[in-house]
């Protein structure tokens, strides 16, 4: 059975840092290109970070450039998000999503907040 | 980036009727293998969403045959053939031929 959990979430202030962690098993993660994809309350999605396989080729949407930073570990079948420099608009509920979408983790919470 | 644009936004529907939402991108989602990747999602209420279509009309796994997507190059469709009470949700389109990736704004399902 396939599972994507993340963990890392939790309340920040802005300016703050936090690194997500995303736990996978039940498929080959190597194989996979991986995505960060974002849901602002009562907001659609927003795929902020992509990596492929080999993590050699990472792509961010505009807003989290040089803020996050996507990362990925093969051996442990585990993908990360590094959040720097937090806004309050990226509160949001942030999925670890495998490839072109079949496969979702439960999302975890972050909220930026003084 | 890739914007992608769905119509309507909200789409109040009765029991048993068709529904349709769509979906048009900036440019063409033909990717340069030949496939189109565009796919469909629903978003339950308090759910992560699950994927019902994808490369344009190829249905998930366990999704109803009610379901269908259509389309070419930047214009997409997704139909329900007789909306049920379980349909009832929040729709968007992922293109996956671009980077980086990008959703359409999605459409919320209503029933009247």
């Known amino acids: 059975e396939v599972q994507l959990v993340e963990s890392g979430g939790g309340l920040v202030q802005p300016g703050g840092s936090l690194r997500l962690s995303c736990e996978t098993s039940?498929?080959?993660?190597?194989?996979?290109?991986m995505n960060w994809v974002r849901q602002a309350p009562g907001k659609g999605l927003e795929c902020v970070a992509t990596i492929k396989q080999d993590g050699t080729e990472k792509y961010y949407v505009d807003s989290v450039r040089g803020r996050f930073t996507i990362s990925r570990d093969n051996a442990e079948n585990s993908l990360y998000l590094q959040m720097n420099s937090l806004r309050a608009e990226d509160t949001a509920v942030y999925y670890c999503?495998?490839?072109?979408?079949?496969?979702w983790g439960q999302g975890t919470l972050v909220t930026v907040s003084s | 980036d890739v914007v992608m644009t769905q119509s309507p936004l909200s789409l109040p529907v009765t029991l048993g009727q068709p529904a349709s939402i769509s979906c048009r991108s900036s440019?063409?989602?033909?990717?340069?293998?030949?496939?189109?990747?565009l796919n469909w999602f629903q978003q339950r209420p308090g759910q992560s969403p699950r994927r019902l279509i994808y490369k344009v009309s190829n249905r998930d796994s366990g999704v109803p045959d009610r379901f269908s997507g259509s389309g070419s190059g930047t214009d997409f469709t997704l139909e329900i053939s007789r909306v049920e009470a379980e349909d009832v949700g929040v729709y968007y389109c992922m293109q996956v031929t671009h980077w980086p990736r990008t959703f359409g704004q999605g459409t919320k399902v209503e029933i009247k």
């Open positions: 440019q063409s989602l033909v990717h340069s293998d030949g496939n189109t990747y």
């Open positions: 999503v495998r490839s072109h979408g079949f496969f």
């Open positions: 039940g498929f080959t993660f190597s194989s996979f290109s």
